[in-house]
């Protein structure tokens, strides 16, 4: 079955203790990214990658890193959490040259809480 | 810069009510638009999409029209169920320097009663 797969699905921890949420697609996607939603905010974009070593900022990345060391894999990590990164995380991907007519295929989420 | 605006929700309906969630954006040049749902426990997945203007999106008995002259593309369904209790989110993909990047609205949460 082609899917998004997330791990973990929930995580509670503390501020300032490093934490990585996977992410991992079986559908030989190139593009990969991460989003994170709160209420009345909608989705807004962490990272994206386009390939393997590529990888760029979305429109908040403050606080959050990133790697493409393989194709299927997306990792988010957040070295040292702070509350205000208490919200709901995505990792969505994508076919190459999805072009206007554009899905994107979404993992189930990770419900993050820092204390 | 790319933005999205719905209605604000939550929206509560009987069953068998008419749905219409309203949903305009900005944007350059000329996006696609794209309706999301996503079910209690679930990621999000695309309910349906529109890539020109006066298309028509469609699926599950939900519709939208791309409408370029009002800068709209209003999700309906005539029709509800219970199932269709849910978030809905309004996108749009403009390409260019934005690259894969979708823009989301705030998300209408739908809950219909039995």
């Known amino acids: 079955e082609a899917q998004v797969t997330q791990n973990p699905r929930y995580l509670i921890t503390v501020t300032g203790k490093k934490l990585t949420v996977t992410c991992s697609q079986n559908?030989?996607?190139?593009?990969m990214s991460w989003y994170r939603q709160d209420p009345g905010l909608g989705l807004r974009q962490i990272y994206y990658?386009?390939?393997?070593?590529?990888?760029d900022k979305g429109d908040v990345p403050e606080g959050y890193k990133v790697s493409r060391k393989e194709k299927r894999n997306f990792p988010l990590i957040l070295e040292s959490p702070s509350p205000n990164q208490t919200s709901l995380y995505f990792c969505?991907?994508?076919?190459?040259?999805?072009?206007?007519?554009?899905?994107?295929?979404f993992g189930p989420g990770t419900r993050l809480t820092v204390t | 810069g790319n933005s999205v605006t719905q209605m604000e929700g939550p929206v509560t309906l009987s069953e068998e009510a008419f749905l219409t969630i309203n949903c305009t954006y900005t944007?350059?040049?000329?996006?696609?638009l794209f309706w999301y749902v996503q079910y209690p426990g679930e990621g999000l997945q695309l309910l349906l999409k529109?890539?020109?203007?006066?298309d028509k999106g469609s699926n599950k008995g939900f519709e939208a029209t791309y409408r370029k002259e009002t800068t709209s593309f209003h999700l309906e369904k005539g029709s509800v169920q219970v199932s269709d209790s849910a978030v809905y989110f309004c996108?749009?993909?403009?390409?260019?320097?934005?690259?894969?990047?979708?823009?989301f609205g705030q998300g209408t949460i739908l809950t219909v009663h039995p």
């Open positions: 529109a890539t020109k203007a006066d």
């Open positions: 996108a749009l993909y403009s390409g260019g320097t934005s690259y894969g990047k979708l823009t």
């Open positions: 559908m030989n996607h190139e593009y």
């Open positions: 969505a991907s994508r076919p190459p040259s999805g072009g206007r007519s554009y899905e994107q295929y």
């Open positions: 990658s386009m390939n393997v070593e590529v990888t």
């Open positions: 944007a350059t040049g000329y996006p696609s």
